[in-house]
């Protein structure tokens, strides 16, 4: 029998995790882009463990697969932004979870990714472990499979109506339409 692990001891390695990299703030994302958890160094200003800033990231990294598959590549596991100030660290850890790590331009992104390769498994099985407890009522609805056939069958009804039709313009070689 597996025992759940609680929520605090999720929360004590995400932040025992942004020390280890040194991280200005780390957040924990369902693939919906609803957050879980999130960590900030003291000082940081930034915006916080914001819905925006979760579906923010869910977005980018769905555009990601998507270049993948434009790409012919099956999927993208992580991607990262590189600023002037920052960087931006964005991992898959399990199949229900993203990982966003933001820390200073000026610091070695290969470790980020060593300590992030070492550290997901960990984190991806005590997310699950929660996630399966029947008394944590915080499982997104992501991970909900009812939720999940409704949300594809209401897509699908959505765009098989006759009535939408999709506009789609030409782009000449020159860029222009």
């Given amino acids: 029998m597996t025992i759940a692990a609680p929520m605090g001891l999720i929360d004590e390695r995400l932040q025992d995790f942004a020390e280890n990299v040194h991280a200005q703030y780390v957040i924990i994302i369902d693939v919906s882009g609803a ?46 932004f590189t600023g002037p ?13 993203l990982l966003g790590i933001l820390f200073a331009s000026g610091a070695h992104e ?17 997310l699950a472990d929660y996630c399966r407890d029947p008394e944590n009522t915080t499982v997104s609805l992501a991970q909900d499979e009812s939720f999940q056939s409704a949300f594809a069958s209401a897509i699908h009804d959505l765009f098989k109506d ?16």
Avoid: C, H
């Fill in 162 to 177: 006759p009535d939408i039709q999709i506009q789609s313009e030409t782009v000449r070689e020159n860029g222009a339409y």
């Fill in 35 to 80: 957050v879980v958890l999130a960590a900030a160094e003291s000082g940081y200003s930034g915006g916080g463990a914001s819905p925006a800033l979760g579906a923010t990231i869910a977005g980018a990294f769905a555009s990601a697969q998507s270049m993948a598959e434009l790409m012919g590549a099956a999927s993208f596991t992580s991607i990262s």
């Fill in 85 to 97: 100030v920052s960087q931006l660290y964005i991992t898959k850890i399990g199949a229900n979870w």
């Fill in 110 to 126: 290969g470790y980020v990714r060593m300590i992030t390769a070492q550290r997901e498994q960990e984190l991806s099985q005590l």
